[in-house]
């Protein structure tokens, strides 16, 4: 019998636990009211004088190790879920990390903002609610103007001073209020309006102004500008520059590129022409320097408006404006490999 005991010793010894189930049917087996222990203290008296001594000495033992194996389990769980707690589940395998995917609106502003700084121009902002002065009137675009209208405006609440700014040409009468010329910088921002909200527009989109003051300024070197800036961006080499009208350019011109006609989705988003409008510009109106304080007697230069919306759809193809807005991942994920 007491040969027996040394082999529950052993086993007892050798037992492991993963949690505390096993733990407690572990301490029932043996220290349990129906244990083996029980067992061994039952058959006591079934057992010789002579045998007596070594026998108890064997139960004690056995139950000493049953006893000290259970809190040796218990202490040992609860170490490795208190490590758990710091340090999250060790055993879980460390690969593959996700990343993440820069939003396609910030990857182009990015490319825009690399094409202009490599020809020395810096980036400015401004406030995305302003005033009726930066936004219009200083754009020569005075109270009851009919091109107010081209605009829908947000305006908050009642006062018809404080609206949420409709262009990012706001920040240009900022950055000319507060700079001297020389002026060469871009300024990339959300802009809102009032508009019905389809696969092509949104009310809430993003633009990048451009500006130029210096002393001999001329459109020749707004064409060439923009020349570079869209062989850069598109890898195309042929622009036009159609007459249009802006209040706070004179003359004003809308850019096409030539987009080409080689694919089926030419055809579709250039209209059958080849060509494709990307952005507004023109010189700088004279009205717009004065109201900025800048003398137009000494200084010209030039402004163009573009949304980083439209150029993301030509880039990537991507069919509908509110793609932009909906944080599916599916659509967001694509753009993991992008810089
Ligand atoms: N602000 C114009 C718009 O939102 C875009 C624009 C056109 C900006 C011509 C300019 C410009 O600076 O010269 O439609």
Known sequence: ????????????????????????????????????LNQYFAEFKNVSNDQKKD????????????????????E???????????????????????????????IVKNQIIEIFSNIGFN???????????????????????????????????????????????????RYMEENKPPIRTISPGRVFRNEAISARS??????????YIDKTVSFADLKQTLLYFTKQLFGKSKIR?????F????????????????TETDYRITKGTGWLEIMGCGMVDPNVLQNCNIDPAEYSGFAFGMGIERIAMLL???GDIRMFYENDLRFLEQFKSSI
């Open 123 to 173: 980036v400015s902002e401004g406030p995305e609610i302003e005033d009726d002065w930066h936004n219009f009137t200083a754009l020569n675009l005075p109270e009851y103007h009919p091109a107010r209208d081209m605009q829908d405006t947000f305006f908050i609440q009642t006062n018809p001073d404080v609206l949420l700014r409709t262009h990012t040409s706001s920040v240009q009468v």
């Open 76 to 106: 040992q769980l609860e170490s490795t879920q208190e490590e758990k707690g710091i340090y999250g589940d060790l055993s879980r395998p460390g690969e593959p990390v996700e990343i993440g995917a820069r939003h396609p609106i910030s």
């Open 1 to 36: 019998m007491v040969d027996k005991i040394k082999e529950h010793i052993s086993e007892i010894e050798a037992f492991q636990a993963r949690n505390m189930e096993e733990i407690e049917s572990f301490r029932i087996k043996y220290l349990g009211k129906k244990g083996i």
């Open 202 to 211: 949104h009310c809430i989109f993003h633009q990048v102004e451009g500006l």
């Open 247 to 262: 209040p706070f350019t004179e003359p004003s011109a809308e850019v096409d590129i030539y987009w080409g006609l080689e």
């Open 55 to 74: 026998f108890g000495q064997a139960v004690n033992t056995l139950k000493n190790a049953a006893q000290d194996k259970v809190t040796a389990l218990k």
């Open 241 to 245: 520059l159609r007459p249009s009208y």
């Open 316 to 318: 990537y193809q991507i």
